[in-house]
């Protein structure tokens, strides 16, 4: 059974930060790429920052320069690392894994919630 389990998620002011992780259970792990995506009340989920299984990464251009996508592949885990929070990060953020060469193995976690607030 796919498992793909989000933590760290919570309040903070703006300008804060915080650490989202992700725990992949049941999948080959370094066969997959993973990524950050994130949905806001009353719109559609988008992406934040992608890591292939060999390391490359990418990021929404309203994230670059403040957050950090890494992988450890001997733990399982993605993490993302996000600075300089603003208001418009609140979300639900959801870990994603997707398959590097099969389009139907694609899986998701359940979300953590970010909220960025005074």
């Known amino acids: 059974q796919v498992q793909l389990v989000e933590s760290g998620g919570g309040l903070v002011q703006p300008g804060g930060s915080l650490r989202l992780s992700c725990a992949a259970s049941?999948?080959?792990?370094?066969?997959?790429?993973m990524g950050w995506y994130r949905q806001a009340p009353g719109q559609q989920r988008e992406l934040v920052a992608t890591i292939s299984s060999g390391g490359d990464t990418n990021y929404a251009d309203s994230v670059k320069g403040r957050f950090t996508i890494s992988r450890d592949n001997a733990k399982n885990t993605v993490d993302l690392q996000m600075n300089s929070l603003k208001t418009e990060d609140t979300a639900i953020y959801l870990c994603?894994?997707?398959?590097?060469?099969?389009?139907?193995?694609?899986?998701w976690g359940q979300g953590t919630p970010v909220t960025v607030s005074t």
């Open positions: 994603n894994a997707a398959h590097r060469s099969n389009n139907f193995r694609i899986f």
């Open positions: 049941g999948i080959t792990f370094r066969f997959y790429n």
